[in-house]
Structure formats: C-alpha cells, structure tokens
C-alpha cells in the first residue's frame, strides 16, 4: 500500500560549520512511509561508510519485506506486529554488514552509527533506534522526546548525577553506550504507537540536539509547521547558527491524512472503539 499523498516526509543533511565532510545519512521515501538518519563515527571516512551501509541496508530491506507483510498481523512470540518485526530485523541486518565491513577493511576498523527510524504504517507508527539520534513527536502543540539516548550522559542523568542542563555543557555528551556496527551483535529499541493525522514528527542526529535546545526545536517547528521544507531548512541554520559543530540531519514528517490499511484488524477495532 502505498502512503504517496498520505505522508509528508522532507529531509535535510548538512556538514555543519567545523567538519569537511558529512558523516550523516538519511533516506525519506513517501510512498513506503518511512524516514532514516543516521550519525557515523569512525577515522578515514569510516562514520561516512557505516552510515551509508546503514541507511541503504534498511531502506533494501524493508523495500523488499513490506511488500509480503499483511497489515495488523501480530508476531505471537514478542506481540508486535510483523512490521515492527521488520524494522527490527533491517536495523539488526545493518548492524551485520556494518560489522562485517569493518572486519574486512583495516581502514574501516571500528568504525559504527547511530540510526533513527520511523515507519508509517495503518494508522500507527513503527519507531527503533541505536544511539543517540533522537525521534521528538509534536502533537496537541507540545513536543516531546519519544525516543532515550543509548549515551553514558543519559545513564549518568538517569542516576542523578546531571540534570538535563548541566548534560548540555558536558565535554561527555556524545559517548554513545550502543550503536551500530561496533559489535556483532546490538540491542534495537523498538516502540509502536498510533499515528494522528496533524502529528509531526522529528527524527535528528546530535548535530541538531546539541547546538540547540528542545524549546528552540518547538518554536523553529511550530512557527514553520505550515512548510515542513522550510521548518528542516530553519533546524539546519539555528543549529549552524549555534556552532555547526558537527554535521546536521534532520527529518520531519506528517500524516496529511488517516493511512489505514484495507481489511486491517488493528484499524477496524480502532474505528470502533475511537
């Protein structure tokens, strides 16, 4: 099914104000309902190679599973539905070939990403990440986080050591606990929620979160929600505009309308009990 005309989906990378090349990928397909960023790390270019691997290994794989999957089916052993299974396979199928690349190119030797990404699908929303680039939803004008950075700085916020604010001035904000491409194996957060039609959605590398502040975010979306393009592009100068000290990502998208599936068992019991 496609969602063309059902999703707006606007995506915009940057190399930012201080780095010579982007270490950022990002991916936005319309049709598949789906959006991806992804932050690279690594010497000789390497950051710059996992983060492709990474994008173009799941945009590959879900292009081709989708395709088989019946909407609103449940997997029965973890209780998500087969497309979140999906999802989570692709991200786990990246981490593979990222790790595998690795391994076989001396140049490339612990090199690794961040991912974020967001699927539409039946009225609801598929997210799993790696990292610490962040997923915001803005919904009933308040934005919120949906997504936890996988980051020593978050542990140490969640144990009481920092507050939110004092983690923002930190020199070991950006020392990730997980991401893809390091080890053989990585854990996928996954999260599924319901889709509502006037939502946006952020999905964004560090290189947003650390130059500007989650009520900057807000403003620079809600005084642009009009024009998603012009909203990414703004995200992209205020985070330049504070330092640019890394490279920059941004994905926003909306559903324009309601995308259930036909003969979906999740949207008829919605239908009747919304």
């Known amino acids: 099914m496609s969602l063309k005309g059902k999703i707006e989906i606007v995506g915009m990378t940057d190399t930012g104000v201080v780095r010579d090349h982007n270490e950022d990928a990002i991916s936005c397909d319309e049709a598949l309902g789906l959006a991806v960023v992804a932050d690279g790390m690594g010497g000789h270019r390497g950051g710059e190679v996992a983060s492709a691997i990474t994008v173009s290994t799941i945009v590959e794989s879900l292009t081709k599973k989708l395709k088989k999957i019946k909407p609103g089916e449940v997997d029965d052993e973890t209780g998500y539905s087969l497309e979140s299974i999906a999802v989570h396979d692709a991200v786990k199928l990246a981490n593979g070939n ?17 991912v974020v990404v967001l699927l539409f699908y039946d009225n609801r929303i598929t997210v799993a990440h790696v990292g610490d680039s962040r997923l915001y939803r803005l919904r009933d004008d308040v ?7 996988h980051s020593l700085m978050q542990e140490l916020i969640d144990r009481g050591f920092y507050t939110p604010e004092q983690a923002r001035k930190s020199l070991n904000k950006n020392l990730v606990t997980r991401a893809i491409g390091i080890e053989e194996k990585v ?3 996954i999260l599924e929620d319901v889709a509502q039609t006037g939502d946006i959605y952020l999905l964004c590398s560090d290189g947003v ?27 992209i100068r205020q985070a330049c505009e504070h330092g640019g000290k890394d490279n920059i990502s941004a994905i926003l998208a909306r559903p324009l309308k309601p995308f259930q599936a036909k003969n979906s068992l999740f949207s008829r019991f919605f239908d009747l009990f919304s």
């Open 187 to 189: 854990q996928v957060d």
């Open 209 to 235: 979160t650390d130059m500007i502040d989650d009520d900057l975010i807000y403003k620079t979306i809600t005084e642009n929600s009009k024009d998603l393009s012009t909203a990414a592009s703004e995200l």
């Open 98 to 114: 990222v790790f595998a690349s690795s391994s076989e190119n001396s140049q490339y030797r612990g090199m690794g990403t961040t």
């Open 143 to 149: 934005l919120e986080q949906v997504t936890r950075d």
